[in-house]
């Protein structure tokens, strides 16, 4: 691991600050202009201007890398993904586009049960093969650290199956994952018309062998109209919350559901989706500090309206963007997607954008500590642009100009 200096950069994106950065404090990323950064042991051990930095700096044995005419900037986190998964449902995506749709796909034994059917017959080493074709995508656009549920298991051995193949992964991929339980996906077939019973299996059941086996830092749950009800949601995150999991729910994807009033009254770290938030719940999130991860490539994929990130930033939400990266409504880890879908019919700007992949991204997943913002101490996760200022983010659209990606101080990603 050698001791590395970035110099020269002509924009030098921080992202620090308190965290996560709520409403109007989205715009404030920290930029640097004729920035400088050292690393040294995997962390960022100084920042500021290149003349600044030098100066306090014994350099001469550091490997330099001028960033003239270059944008640097946090690593991109993604905070909510399903990439983990067998199978693929490339069949719905066309018959979406023929009028049917995701519910009833979900009614016809499409959807989710049909990527059950597929994760349960996959073995680990399958899904761990898979898995780590996905992460070097992913880490190929700039995302060095990610959110993983699992949730296409509906059972005991498959999603454990899926949250070890997290593990596995995590300690031998440069990508950082943090791992979701998602238990409650879906109502499976064996559970037909049960789902009250459904949701005592995984208190009971699931959520001890998940905690006694160290598998998952956070709980999830598709709260959702013909899906899981307020109630069930409530019972089910609850319990985790007692068992010392951190909370996370789908709310309000398909309709206004309550699921933003829920996680602001049980201190959810985020909701996510979000797409048919109330106004009451929107406040109550901003209120409580529960963040909004908004899913922009869903809604473009499934052809609705997108999450009002306009009004949750203007209430004073803290805003996330992430992929949710899955085999039906969102098949795509493409974070430059993400990035001119949420400034152009989102309503976002750059700043706001950059704010929502690095460091509430990283709040999301409580890992603010670590990644999200370059400042000293910090995991040396970093990003270098191909060209001189934030605008060709958007300006590139859909168009991946990351260079080069550092990661943990190391060079893993380098386009000459």
Same mark, same amino acid.
């Given at each position: ?31 640097? /202009? ?7 042991? =995997? +962390? ?6 290149? @003349?600044?930095?030098?100066? /306090? ?27 983990? $998964? ?5 069949? &719905? ?40 074709? /996905? ?6 656009? =700039? ?9 296409? =298991? +509906? ?23 943090? *791992?979701?339980?998602? =238990? ?13 019973? #459904?949701?005592? #299996? ?25 899906? $899981? ?15 010392? $999991? ?48 908004? +899913? ?32 039906? *409504? ?10 001119? +879908?949420? @400034? ?25 500590? &670590? ?43 380098? /386009?000459?």
């Amino acid at each position: 691991m050698a001791d590395l200096v970035l110099k020269n950069i002509n924009e030098l994106v921080t992202s620090k600050g308190k965290a996560p950065k709520c409403g109007a404090d989205m715009k404030d990323i920290g930029i640097i /202009r004729d920035g400088c950064i050292t690393i040294a042991g =995997g +962390l960022i051990t100084d920042v500021g201007k290149t @003349a600044d930095v030098i100066k /306090r700096n014994d350099i001469e044995n550091y490997i330099e890398i001028d960033c003239k005419d270059k944008t640097v900037l946090p690593g991109f986190v993604d905070s909510h993904t399903h990439f983990v $998964f067998g199978g693929y449902r490339a069949d &719905e995506f066309a018959a979406r586009h023929q009028g049917n749709t995701y519910m009833d796909l979900l009614k016809m034994g499409g959807g989710i049960s049909s990527t059950v059917k597929s994760t349960r017959a996959a073995s680990l080493d399958e899904l761990i093969e898979s898995g780590r074709k /996905r992460l070097d995508s992913m880490l190929s656009f =700039g995302v060095t650290t990610v959110e993983g549920k699992s949730g296409y =298991g +509906l059972d005991i051995e498959t999603e454990i199956k899926q949250l070890k193949t997290m593990r596995e992964l995590n300690s031998s991929h440069p990508v950082d994952i943090v *791992s979701t339980f998602l =238990g409650p996906h879906s109502v499976p077939e064996e559970y037909k018309g049960k789902g009250d019973e #459904f949701i005592e #299996f995984m208190i009971k059941i699931a959520l001890p062998k998940i905690k006694e086996n160290n598998l998952a830092e956070f709980v999830d749950i598709f709260c959702e109209k013909g899906v $899981f009800n307020i109630k069930q949601s409530r019972k089910f995150l609850s319990e985790a919350k007692k068992m010392g $999991f951190s909370l996370k729910l789908h709310a309000d994807e398909i309709v206004q559901f309550g699921g933003a009033e829920l996680a602001a009254e049980l201190g959810a770290i985020s909701a996510d989706h979000l797409l048919s938030a109330s106004e009451e719940g929107i406040v109550n999130m901003a209120e409580k500090g529960v963040i909004a991860t908004l +899913l922009p490539a869903t809604a473009f994929n499934l052809k609705e309206a997108y999450a009002d990130a306009r009004r949750m930033i203007e209430r004073g939400c803290a805003v996330a963007l992430a992929t949710d990266f899955n085999p039906g *409504s969102s098949f795509t880890n493409s974070i430059p997607l993400i990035i001119a +879908l949420a @400034a152009l019919n989102m309503e976002m700007s750059t700043s706001e954008i950059i704010t929502a992949l690095t460091i509430n991204g990283a709040a999301a997943i409580r890992k603010e500590n &670590e990644v999200g913002s370059i400042e000293p101490g910090k995991k040396a996760d970093i990003l270098i642009l191909e060209y001189p200022s934030i605008d060709f983010l958007t300006y590139n659209t859909g168009i991946n100009i990351v260079k080069t990606v550092i990661k943990n101080g190391e060079i893993v990603i380098n /386009r000459r």
